[in-house]
């Protein structure tokens, strides 16, 4: 029988194995013992990852499941979490030694937030420090946060889990949304806790940034309440005196312009004004988390 443990960290793996044992090490080398790890092989037909993922070791969970992609595969292992805390982790990142006990504190310390976080240490092919905030209103209008949050397990089936049909990534941009939208707010741990790895043949940039603008108009129409001018012009004056990355009047002129160019004009936009994003112009980075 599998001990109860605090917290599960949930790291999806298809064809990716070349940082997996630095990503699993990091998680057994946490201050905060009290952690089951799962490794949710998503169909791998890579040889060399399907033999790393079979010589894990005894403590390490392997969930099989055939290829449905990044958010089927965090939803398995957030299903099969038995810890009352899941932090997703992708198997080319990972945490600093204190990263899920400090997370955890500052989520004991602040029952009123629904997850937390941290600043973000870019590696690979961006480098520097990205510091991050929480405003629910400037998440509506880009994806300001990275997808490891540590969160109550409770939450994430209340919120219904990721969205399974968003192949082309942001799955975790509109499951923050769907969070804010249930009144459930983040919290962060103002110090660098998260390696994440930028990398050109990585989905974000691959394929989620070049459609931006696409999956951006999904996730309006699928949450049309959130983004009525009514409401919004109500969580603006209640998120205004928030830190935010950028100005948030300014989100005002996106979404008008979002809706009066054609997609492939807006998406012409973004790339454009990327270049000055803020990630690019702290990390020198080829993108923006």
């Known amino acids: 029988m599998r001990k109860q443990p605090a917290v599960s960290v949930v790291i999806p793996c298809y064809n990716t194995h070349a940082y ?10 946490q201050t905060f013992q009290s952690i089951e790890i799962i490794v949710v092989d998503d169909g791998s037909t890579d040889p060399a990852t399907i033999d790393c993922l079979n010589h894990l070791g005894e403590n390490v969970l392997v969930i099989h499941q055939s290829n449905q992609g990044l958010p089927a595969a965090r939803n398995a292992g957030f299903a099969a979490a038995c810890g009352e805390f899941v932090l997703p982790l992708d198997a080319d990142d990972w945490l600093e030694a204190d990263a ?34 929480y405003n629910f209103f400037e ?18 089936q209340a919120a219904g889990g990721y969205d399974e049909t968003m192949q082309r990534g942001y799955e975790d941009w509109e499951f923050n949304i769907r969070l804010g939208s249930m009144g459930y707010f983040g919290i962060v741990v103002p110090v660098p806790l998260f390696h994440y790895r930028v990398s050109r043949n990585g989905m974000l940039l691959r394929t989620s940034n070049k459609v931006h603008g696409e999956i951006w108009e999904s996730i309006r129409h699928k949450h049309a309440e959130i983004y009525g001018a009514t409401n919004l012009f109500r969580l603006w004056r209640e998120w205004r ?38 990630g690019r112009r702290v990390t020198n980075a080829v993108t923006e988390i």
Do not use: D
């Open 20 to 29: 997996l044992n630095q990503t699993i090490c990091s998680v057994r080398g």
């Open 241 to 278: 005196r928030h830190p935010s990355t950028y100005p948030l009047w300014l989100y005002f002129g996106w979404l008008t312009t979002a809706k009066l160019l054609p997609s492939r004009a807006f998406a012409a936009l973004f790339r454009v004004l990327r270049r000055y994003s803020h």
């Open 139 to 156: 998440q509506l209008f880009l994806n300001q946060l990275s997808y490891c949050l540590m969160l109550r397990k409770s939450l994430w």
């Open 100 to 133: 899920v006990e400090k997370l955890i504190n500052v989520l004991k310390q602040s029952p009123e937030a629904g997850f937390s976080f941290s600043h973000i240490c870019m590696e690979g092919e961006g480098q520097g420090v990205l510091t991050k905030h």
